[in-house]
């Protein structure tokens, strides 16, 4: 990159790089955070694929709303990094096919749908390495499209012709309305599993985390102090069991009351009930080890 192409912003970075003896890196300077690649700079967080990784400049509030309409018309799952001290979105995940195997390693027996991401690690890797000490905050965001709802809906309910009562049938989208917004299991583990990874040596990052969003808010997976140690092993059978363990803990928070069976499912009535339940699965969800929270 010659002097001629930088800005003054950049040039001021590359002094400041250069005197630090870091050199000058191919990425953005964000505060002070280095993103490795150039990056695309979109208006809103988009699900397409681009020939250059995509971004935006935005607070987390931003990305969340972003990632709330997006869920409501995508075909895919897709996922983006939230860099706190950068305040930018950067993508990371791509739609695949469910790893059955990889929900086997830890023990879980959980499917949704086919639906399912990859992270780009590599890059995860990268950021969190070359910004080690500088990165205090990363949150490794994933969306859940309401079409995932519809599809598991399907598959629980069977074809038009055995269509059950109104009211069964509420009770059961209810059911994966909660369930398909929530942080799978195999999403929990992996949450586990990559949160003790990026907050131990060589990455060291204080505050990692993973959320889900879907159009009803979103759920982030921290872990504690004593979860951190008790992870850093990344042992997937002892990741797995606590993951069965919380998931059990809240399977029975996931059902519509009998009083709420007849009301229409876009009611005021059950859209307060199915954030009231999400703000005691998030507590249920929360152990010794591991932290939940919905973000409404
Ligand atoms: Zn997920």
Not at 104 to 111: E, V
């Amino acid at each position: 990159m010659g002097y001629r192409t930088l800005t003054r912003r950049r040039f001021l970075y590359w002094l400041t790089a250069a005197s630090a003896g870091l050199g000058l890196s191919y990425g953005e300077d964000e505060k002070g955070i280095d993103l490795i690649e150039d990056i695309e700079w979109k208006p809103h967080l988009e699900v397409r694929k681009a020939s250059k990784r995509t971004g935006i400049k935005g607070s987390e509030k931003d990305g969340i709303e972003d990632m709330k309409t997006l869920s409501l018309i995508a075909d895919e799952e897709a996922g983006w990094i939230y860099l706190k001290d950068a305040n930018v979105w950067i993508k990371t995940g791509v739609n695949a096919s469910f790893k059955k195997s990889l929900a086997k390693d830890y023990g879980l027996t959980d499917t949704k749908g086919g639906f399912g991401l990859d992270h780009d690690m590599n890059y995860i890797d990268a950021v969190l390495l070359k910004n080690r000490g500088v990165l205090k905050s990363i949150t490794v965001w994933h969306m859940h499209p309401k079409k995932t709802e519809d599809i598991c809906v399907s598959h629980e309910t069977g074809s038009d012709s055995n269509k059950s009562t109104k009211a069964e049938s509420n009770s059961i989208r209810f059911k994966k309305s909660l369930v398909c917004a929530m942080p799978s299991q195999l999403d929990i583990a992996q949450g586990i599993r990559t949160t003790a990874w990026a907050s131990t040596p060589p990455y060291d990052c204080p505050d990692y985390s993973e959320a889900v969003c879907s159009p009803y808010g979103a759920f982030r997976l921290s872990l504690t102090a004593a979860g951190k140690s008790e992870f850093c092993s990344l042992n997937p059978k002892k990741i797995g069991a606590h993951t069965l363990n919380m998931w059990k803990s809240v399977e029975g928070l996931l059902r519509l009351p009998d009083s709420l069976e007849a009301e229409d499912l876009d009611s005021t009535k059950i859209t307060e009930y199915r954030l009231k339940t999400f703000r005691e699965i998030a507590s249920k969800l929360s152990t010794e080890y591991a932290k939940a929270e919905f973000i409404e």
